[in-house]
């Protein structure tokens, strides 16, 4: 299963104009649990998809009441700058969709 199919919300924003937060939510508890459990999403796995440095990778942070979790990371450039292809950073959750989660 991949982590598009999974997650109910998929989502990434701009969380300042120096970091990217991508939101994954789910409405199966199971699946949640499952991938928090497994330690599925770590600094290794983000680091990898975006092609960045794991201490560029500031939070990932798994909240039980919402059945999700938040990545933050360091954008490679400010929002709005030269070479920035994505000013409100809403496309950078693409990375994780193809995620295969193997549950």
């Known amino acids: 299963m991949k982590l598009y199919d999974a997650a109910t919300v998929l989502r990434s924003k701009n969380s300042g104009p120096f970091e990217i937060t991508v939101d994954v939510l789910f409405t199966e508890p199971a ?6 459990e497994h330690g599925l999403i770590n600094k290794s796995l983000i ?18 009441q919402a059945l999700g979790f938040k990545i933050t990371f360091a ?8 070479l ?11 990375p994780l969709m193809e995620l295969e989660l193997n549950l």
């Open 75 to 82: 954008r490679k450039v400010s929002s709005g700058t030269f």
């Open 47 to 64: 680091a990898r998809l975006y092609n960045i440095e794991e201490d560029h990778i500031m939070h990932i942070v798994f909240f039980d």
């Open 31 to 36: 699946v949640y649990y499952k991938i928090k």
């Open 84 to 94: 920035d292809r994505d000013v409100y950073g809403a496309q950078q959750h693409a």
